[in-house]
């Protein structure tokens, strides 16, 4: 058995094509989406980040505004950039890159952020308002991962879905989407402190590996024809690569293509969901103002 490839660029490109649709009529209105972006110090996976980011932004027609920060500014400093940004009416959508020097308060920051304009969802109150069902943004990489699913046809009513990493950006949100009414699944949320792993992940019929770890699950622990969603990006020494690096994910990739039924690659599965929500959320946030 091979199993089926979801391809996350294709299915990104298609909502892409949504987006730019909704922001031309937006613009015929006179509203121009915008995004603002905050980046702090040079790390290189964020600024790839955000560089990508920004130009999916360029291609669908939302205007982005950025702050590249140096690395040893101040809370103080940096919460004056992201409350200018919650006053200027050109910006919809506020995105702050993660993480954060070491030596910066990340929750005094994502907290300051005006939730009319937390299109990355992060903040407490949108949180608040994301477990209670209420009108919110959904964070990027859990819809993204749902969006994705629901776009490949797969069953998510009944199905037992088993996470693997209990982050507050990626596995806590999508446990907790996964167990609505309208998707109906039952979630085993499992972490470090989970005995046997592969126990719970062989009973998965979709198993999303959220872990940061290089090929964390292997095929023994796939059971035969499961959905598989791969959201980890991790970067493994290459020398024969140009940079000297590749991507790869969480999920033994050859392996998991035996027995699988469906299977995210990396790169090229969730992470081009994850940006094409985050264009999606700032849209919405453009049309409510
Ligand atoms: P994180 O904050 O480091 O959280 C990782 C989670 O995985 C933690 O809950 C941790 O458990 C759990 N974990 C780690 N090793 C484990 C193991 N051996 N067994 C079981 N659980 C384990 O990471 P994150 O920010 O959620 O990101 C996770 C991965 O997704 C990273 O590779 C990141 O680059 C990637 N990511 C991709 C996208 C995208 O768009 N494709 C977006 C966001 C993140 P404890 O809580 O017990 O420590």
Redesign the pocket.
């Known amino acids: 058995m091979s199993a089926t490839l979801i391809d996350g660029k294709a299915v990104a490109e298609q909502i892409r094509e949504e987006i730019k649709s909704r922001v031309a009529q937006l613009r015929t209105q006179g509203v121009v989406p915008g995004l603002g972006v905050i980046l702090v110090g040079e790390d290189p996976a964020s600024v790839s980040y955000v560089t990508a980011k920004e130009k999916a932004c360029e291609e669908a027609g939302i205007a982005s505004f950025e702050h590249r920060l140096p690395a040893d500014i101040s809370l103080e400093s940096l919460l004056g950039y992201v409350r200018a940004f919650n006053e200027d009416p050109r910006v919809h959508g506020i995105l702050v890159q993660l993480p954060l020097p070491r030596h910066i308060d990340e929750k005094a920051v994502i907290a300051a952020i005006a939730p009319e304009k937390d299109v990355d969802g992060f903040t407490p109150v949108n949180v608040g308002r994301m477990l209670l069902e209420e009108p919110c943004f959904l964070p990027c990489?859990p819809n993204?991962v749902l969006e994705l699913i629901k776009r490949t046809g797969v069953k998510t009513d009944g199905a037992h879905v088993v996470i693997?990493?209990?982050?507050n950006?990626?596995?806590k949100p999508l446990a907790n989407l996964f167990i609505r009414k309208s998707i109906n699944s039952t979630v085993t949320l499992?972490?470090?402190?989970?005995h046997d792993?592969a126990s719970y992940c062989k009973r998965a019929d979709i198993l999303v590996a959220?872990?940061?770890?290089p090929r964390?699950i292997t095929a023994d622990m796939i059971k035969e024809g499961a959905c598989v969603i791969d959201?980890?990006?991790?970067r493994v020494a290459d020398p024969t690569a140009k940079k000297g690096y590749r991507l790869v994910g969480?999920v033994d990739f050859s392996g998991a293509l035996e027995v699988a039924g469906f299977l995210t690659p990396v790169p090229g599965g969730?992470?081009p969901m994850?940006i094409t929500m985050l264009l999606q959320n700032t849209v919405e946030s453009a049309s409510r103002a």
């Open positions: 990489t993204g693997v990493g209990r982050s950006i990626v596995g499992c972490h470090t402190g989970t792993l959220c872990a940061g770890k964390l959201v980890g990006v991790n969480d969730v992470g994850t």
